[in-house]
């Protein structure tokens, strides 16, 4: 048995990932300091590259700009419930203003001789005062609420149905992780935003007006001496919401890497554990972590900065009035009570001034987060189909691909490929791994376009077909089965109604899944687990088959479709496929070649091209690749 630790791998450090101990958070190679070069990516696999960068000073995200959309996109729907909520707020602010006002009466008329009579009229009017504030704040608490839940789902369901109509390269780009948490994370940041301005506007605007009337009415020499430092803020508040917005656009970059990296682990956990990974994942997540507090720790502080400038000029002013306005009441210039209103009302607007402060800090937090949402909002879908394409073609359609180009980002693929798959017979690709064979099923079924070249289905360029009546045409076993977490019949169903349970039986039956279904405690309700784990993997391919004979296309595509399953199931299942090809135009990629002998045409793909084409005893005749595979499958 090897030691502890022994054998195990030996925690890289990421060279985009800082790992600094002095955060509290201790990595693998803890204390050795060094900061980050880089920002932090959305994702930390090899693969990803940094998300469109916020902050990168583009006009079209600079504050005016995001809040005009917000209000354009999502606050306007809910004007006349904005409108609400501003009017109670309004009411709700203006109580303070008031309840300052009634402080001189309280002095210099209740508290002198013979005012023992306004005594109740002056506590009945502020305990009045009070249960209208109580009575505004739930009022207007529930409309901000109902207008914050309202916006965030809109926005999601927005990013949801754009992410949706993105193609493959978009989520090598962005992983699953860091596209939660924009949906989650970044909606949730904004969500706060309009209750935070429209609390600022109505309550806190209204009460600064009321209480500052209150206070000119007083004395307007003392309401310039309160306002004294006021112009000691102007610099630092401007130079504080930059930094503000750069550290809020980091610290949502680290939520989601964070978001990333826990994806991939809760996806990879049996992989850790049998790699003994668990200290190297551990590891590699503290290192995220340590990111993200390091920027959320300086956003909260400059957040916080701003109302406490404002506490220093709010003591400057409040000196200024104790040494003019103290003086003159000392000297009977003026009475008590016009101080004491004074000074309540100066008190009063504290509050407000902290908290319009912290709203430029807010505004920039969520504007950090709106930022992403747009720039998301506004990535090109890459769908150059359109909307309602070309009839489609009547009856079974044959494939022909013409000069078709395809490469991944910096990867060429197909190369020039060209070949005609009859309509209604079966036409088998086979070829060397890599040769492009499923990338041919990605251009077919639209999840990527030719770079180059036509692809016809039935004769018609599938450029003028929408993606939907496309797919329509295919019923698709692929080699990655995803599986939901939902029942059986769910996952076979997809969402098609109406399908009639002798129906449903026999494609069961076909699919090889009728003793599987019957094994199971709830049977066909009976949950396939997250991603189909409480399936085989054998299990799953049946699913994935079943799905594709209720799904009754007029052309099957078959990658691979039987390869997970034992050899009696495989017979039976390949039978129950070729009786549903019947009629149908089928292409088929396996690498087992005994379960292509008998296609009309096989096709054999190596770099991007076809380099042979035939029947099994043409092409075996030839002595070529397919020939010298063939020889090394049944070897023996
Ligand atoms: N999403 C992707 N991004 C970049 N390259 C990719 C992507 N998918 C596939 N490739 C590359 O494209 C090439 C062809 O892949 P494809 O899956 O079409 O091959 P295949 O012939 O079906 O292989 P196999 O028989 O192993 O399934 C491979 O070199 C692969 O690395």
Redesign the pocket.
């Known amino acids: 048995m090897p030691g502890a630790g022994q054998g195990q791998p030996r925690p890289r450090r990421l060279p985009h990932l800082s790992n600094r101990a002095s955060d509290g958070i201790e990595g693998p190679r803890a204390g050795r300091k060094q900061r980050p070069r880089r920002p932090v990516p959305e994702s930390d696999t090899p ?1 990803g590259q940094p998300i469109d960068r916020t902050g990168d000073g583009d006009p079209r995200y600079a504050s005016r700009p995001l809040f005009g959309r917000l209000w354009a996109g999502y606050l306007r729907p809910h004007v006349w419930l904005m409108v609400m909520a501003f009017v109670v707020m309004s009411i709700e602010g203006s109580t303070l203003g008031l309840l300052s006002w009634m402080i001189q009466p309280l002095f210099d008329s209740v508290f002198a001789p013979g005012g023992e009579t306004s005594l109740i009229w002056v506590g009945l009017a502020i305990l009045g005062l009070f249960l209208l504030r109580a009575t505004t704040t739930v009022v207007s608490r529930s409309l901000l609420t109902i207008i914050s839940v309202r916006i965030a789902s809109a926005m999601q369901v927005d990013m949801l149905r754009h992410i949706l109509k993105q193609s ?2 978009f989520f ?1 780009r962005h992983p699953p992780g860091a596209l939660m948490d924009r949906v989650q994370g970044d909606t949730a940041a904004v969500q706060g935003i309009w209750q935070t301005v429209i609390v600022a506007a109505g309550r806190d605007v209204v009460a600064l007006v009321g209480l500052f009337a209150v206070a000119i009415g007083i004395d307007w020499r003392w309401t310039l001496a309160a306002l004294v430092g006021a112009p000691l803020l102007i610099v630092p508040s401007v130079v504080l919401q930059r930094y503000l917005r750069r550290k809020s656009a980091q610290m949502r970059d680290a939520a989601a890497a964070r978001s990333t990296r826990l994806d991939e682990i809760f996806h990879g956990v049996n992989a850790i554990k049998l790699n003994r990974q668990e200290d190297y994942q551990t590891g590699r997540f503290m290192q995220v972590l340590r990111l993200l507090n390091r920027a959320y720790s300086k956003a909260i502080v400059a957040a916080q900065t701003m109302p406490a400038m404002i506490d220093i000029v709010t003591g400057v002013g409040f000196f200024a009035v104790l040494m003019l306005g103290g003086r003159e009441v000392a000297e009977g210039e003026r009475t008590v009570g016009e101080f004491m209103s004074f000074f309540t009302a100066m008190t009063l607007t504290f509050q407000p001034i902290r908290r319009l402060g912290e709203l430029a800090g807010t505004w920039q937090i969520a504007a950090a987060s709106l930022e992403r949402i747009f720039r998301l909002l506004d990535t090109d879908t890459a769908e150059t189909r359109p909307a309602r394409g070309a009839a489609l073609p009547p009856g079974v359609p044959g494939i022909a691909f013409e000069g078709v180009r395809f490469a ?4 060429p ?1 197909l190369d020039d490929l060209s070949f005609t798959a009859e309509a209604g017979k079966m036409t088998a690709i086979v ?10 099923f ?1 251009l077919l079924t639209g999840l990527a376009e030719p770079d180059a070249g036509v692809i016809r289905i039935g004769g018609q360029d599938a450029r003028g077909l929408s993606l939907a009546d496309q797919r329509a045409l295919f019923a698709t076993v692929s ?1 990655d089965t995803a599986l939901f977490d939902e029942s059986l019949r769910e996952n076979i169903l997809m969402g098609r109604e109406g399908i009639a349970p002798a129906r449903l039986e026999a494609v069961l039956r076909a699919a090889h899944l009728g003793d599987v279904v019957a094994g199971l405690p709830a049977g066909i309700e009976s949950p396939a687990g997250p991603r189909g784990s409480a399936l085989s993997g054998g299990q799953r391919q049946r699913v994935a088959i079943a799905r594709a004979l209720i799904a009754d296309a007029p052309v099957l595509l078959l ?2 479709a039987t390869s997970a399953l034992d050899a009696q199931a495989e017979a039976a299942v390949a039978a129950a496929l070729a009786e549903r090809a019947q009629g149908r135009t089928t292409l088929v ?1 396996a ?1 087992r070649l005994s379960t292509v002998r008998e296609a009309d045409k096989i096709i054999v ?1 190596d770099k ?1 091209r076809v380099i042979e084409e035939g029947r099994h005893d043409e092409l075996i005749a030839r002595g070529g690749l397919y020939a010298g595979l063939h020889a090394l499958q049944f070897k023996g």
Not at 408 to 411: A, F, H, I, K, W
Not at 431 to 440: N, Q
């Open positions: 693969q493959g390269g090598q991944y980002p910096g990867v693929v070829g060397p791994s890599g040769a492009g064979k499923s990338t041919v990605h080699q990658d691979e990629i690498h793909m991007g």
